[in-house]
């Protein structure tokens, strides 16, 4: 299948070793993975104008790094979400791209999902599991796994061993 992967860490650091994790594993399972450098980029917040919805026919009146993302949303069959924490949540970056799917109400063709998320401290990332997950159910997606790291388990080889193994098993 086709897999993308949002990234929403601005570093190459904890977040992409989890990445990179998983786009191995998957690649190894034969699946197809695109990793998209969505704390990179530079998208925007919606405007909630609704042009997309009336005039735009599902395009956004905002013309920015969305248009990066959009071929995954459009044709990806899961998406992963990934993140460091931000103040016990995800980056904004990763914020603006989920939330931007707005123009087309949900990814097109995905079924399923899963989340890698890097932290400092233990627990900190409940909030933003618990919002992936009710996230994900309203656009119709399946949870498939979710990997929280904290601290010292960030590029532990055992936590990036589990998270390859994870990815190809899917
Ligand atoms: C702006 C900022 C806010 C952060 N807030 C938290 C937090 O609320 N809880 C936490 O455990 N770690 C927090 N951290 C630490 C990062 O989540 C942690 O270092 C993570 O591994 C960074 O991932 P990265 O290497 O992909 O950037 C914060 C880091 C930054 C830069």
Sequence with gaps: MKIAILNGSPRK??????????????????????????????????????????????????????????????????????TPIYYFNMTAQLAAAI?????????????KAAMLISSGSPGTGNATIESYKTMIGYIGLEDKGVFCLAGEENKSEEKLAEIRNFAKGL
């Design 13 to 82: 650091e904890n977040t992409a070793a989890m990445v990179d994790a998983f786009a191995q594993g998957a690649k190894e399972a034969g699946h197809e993975v695109e990793i998209l450098h969505v704390g990179k980029m530079k998208i925007a917040g919606c405007l909630g104008c609704e042009y997309c919805h009336t005039k735009g026919e599902g395009k956004c009146v905002q013309k920015d790094d969305l248009e990066k993302i959009m071929p995954a949303y459009l044709e990806s069959d899961m998406i992963v979400y990934a």
């Design 99 to 111: 939330q931007r799917v707005y123009c087309i109400g949900k990814p097109a063709k995905a079924k």
